[in-house]
């Protein structure tokens, strides 16, 4: 039995504000708690049913922490989707580290709002190797329940790094900078320098005016039908995509 | 002043059993209703708030429905949008055409469950050019809201047959069949026959055993990193981006 306390505290973690002051964050899911509990980040809660619980004894060998047994029922009152009738954790935040670039490819995420194309973004980083991520600070949250479900698993492998991104651009001179515009190079037939950063816009209003001044090449995808834009996502793998294409 | 009963109407819409009995869809937010009011689709209902409805008087100059000035809290009342604050309009489902296959790509979705995945691969077909799309009979119903709000507007563009797909592609033995899976041919360097029909799977499972079986080559996707999978819409993009490189 879970107490009605945990349920609540659980619950709270879908709030920043509650996430902060907890420092832990709510993971939910069989493949997001699958590679949590192969990664470095701390397991504190876990709470799953009963068949999931007998099925994977083996995955969680080696967790030291509380774990409960619960219905579905209360897995959809602790965590945030309505459709989890598995598992669900909690986890230790991790402290920030330092953010460098090293000869590698880093995204640029500027005003991103929403939390599925976040998540989605971090897993398509993770499919291509990319490992690192700037997130201006009006950002939606890296910890956010949703966005940790759509990386499927991929936030244990890429860091998010909310800073004020235009004066970090500014700062990186050396760096080449490229942005996504319905105008510019053909990403089908540019060849990226490495380093670089590449900058994703917001969901409406795409990359605001103070970065696209940092943005020294602009690069679009070719088009052929009638849509009037692509989703902030799905631009970012085609880039990624054509990025790798010579590897 | 909207009715109430009229609310209700349109709230009604969220399910298929209303559409259907009604033969009517809901469509939310300034761009889809945009591109409703240019498109062959018959407009209803529109309602908007009183800024919205002043503003784009040219916009539904020729439109002779009903039309309703509504606060914003009406408006996400009647709609399935907790963030739309603008407009949303009612508008007749058209008749199911013969669905035909000339030189052309076209897609095929086997049981695709999240209706923004299925609006966003809509946005992705537009995007590129194709106009038809083939969809199990339990792939997430086309005139659902939040497939609609993600289509951003294509939905006016791209048709969506719904049909028993293992039966329609066993039929279409002279139409080459692509699938995508994580193991294939390279999508950067194959080159497909045209016409063909390109097979994405289910968010969790992929392409059934059944449909398996009648794809005539499998595609993959290179991974550089260690995701495990990349989500359906982004497949597709990815997929689209690599057919159409030589246009």
């Known amino acids: 039995m879970?107490?009605?306390?945990?349920v609540k505290f659980i619950n709270s973690l879908q709030y920043k504000k509650y996430?902060?002051?907890?420092?832990?964050f709510l993971i939910e899911g069989e493949k997001c708690v699958e590679e949590l509990l192969n990664s470095d980040f701390?397991?504190?809660?876990?709470?799953?049913?009963?068949?999931?619980?007998?099925?994977?004894?083996?995955?969680?060998?080696?967790?030291?922490?509380?774990?409960?047994?619960?219905t579905e029922k209360i897995l959809q009152?602790?965590?945030?989707?309505?459709?989890?009738?598995?598992?669900?954790?909690v986890a230790k935040m991790k402290e920030e580290q330092l953010f460098t670039i090293g000869n590698e490819y880093v995204l640029a995420i500027d005003d991103l709002q929403d939390p599925g194309n976040l998540g989605t973004i971090i897993r398509i980083a993770d499919w291509y190797g990319i490992t690192k991520i700037l997130a201006s600070e009006?950002?939606?949250?890296f910890y956010n329940p949703k966005v940790i479900h759509a990386t499927m698993g991929s936030f244990t492998r890429v860091k998010v790094h909310y800073c004020d991104l235009s004066l970090f651009l500014d700062g990186r001179s050396s760096i080449k900078k490229y942005g996504a515009f319905l105008n510019g190079?053909?990403?089908?037939?540019?060849?990226?320098?490495?380093?670089?950063?590449?900058v994703i816009g917001n969901e409406a209003n795409g990359i605001s005016s103070e970065i696209s001044n940092?943005?020294?090449?602009?690069?679009?995808?070719?088009?052929?039908?009638?849509a009037e834009s692509l989703n902030a996502a799905i631009a970012?793998?085609?880039?990624?995509?054509?990025?790798?294409?010579?590897?």
């Open 19 to 24: 996430r902060k002051k907890a420092q832990a």
């Open 42 to 70: 701390e397991t504190l809660i876990l709470a799953g049913t009963t068949e999931y619980l007998s099925q994977h004894r083996e995955r969680f060998k080696d967790y030291k922490g509380t774990t409960y047994e619960v």
């Open 236 to 247: 970012t793998a085609i880039i990624c995509d054509n990025m790798f294409r010579d590897f």
């Open 138 to 141: 009006n950002t939606v949250n």
């Open 2 to 6: 879970i107490p009605k306390q945990q």
């Open 77 to 89: 009152q602790s965590g945030s989707l309505k459709t989890n009738n598995r598992v669900l954790a």
């Open 185 to 198: 190079e053909n990403v089908h037939t540019i060849k990226m320098s490495v380093p670089a950063i590449i």
């Open 214 to 226: 940092l943005i020294d090449q602009r690069i679009h995808i070719p088009k052929i039908g009638c």
